[in-house]
């Protein structure tokens, strides 16, 4: 199990503390700081689509010009858009079992047995 997201990150630290207290031992990965994270955004934009992705209520989203906001109505532009701005993607982003989740609600926390 992976877990992408920012290390200064509060729920992202939340999410680490819980699912290794349920005993999944996760990894953890900074979005910013981990090139082979650019190879893995196409793949998850798949998986769980542009508007689950794309974390809209940040401040980067909000300081992202109107042609920036755009790319995000693209699977391919977005791709770049991610790449350039990590801090875009909505975090935790979780890879376990050939799934991906992303966020930290209810309904993850079920999926890894976390209450």
């Known amino acids: ?21 349920a005993g999944h031992a996760p990894e953890f ?16 934009i798949k998986a769980v689509g542009a508007d689950t992705i794309v974390n809209r209520a940040s401040m980067t989203w909000r300081k992202l010009s109107d042609a920036e906001q755009a ?13 350039t701005h990590r801090t875009l993607i909505k975090r ?4 376990a079992n050939g799934a991906v989740s992303v ?10 047995g976390v209450s």
């Open 29 to 44: 990965v900074d979005v910013r700081a981990e090139p082979s994270v650019a190879g893995k955004i196409p793949g998850w």
């Open 1 to 21: 199990m992976k877990v992408y997201g920012l290390k200064t990150c509060e729920t992202c630290r939340k999410a680490l503390a819980a699912l290794d207290a």
């Open 103 to 112: 966020g930290w609600n209810k309904a993850v926390k079920s999926g890894f």
């Open 71 to 83: 790319k995000a109505d693209d699977a391919a532009a977005l791709a770049g858009l991610l790449d």
């Open 92 to 95: 935790p982003l979780i890879e």
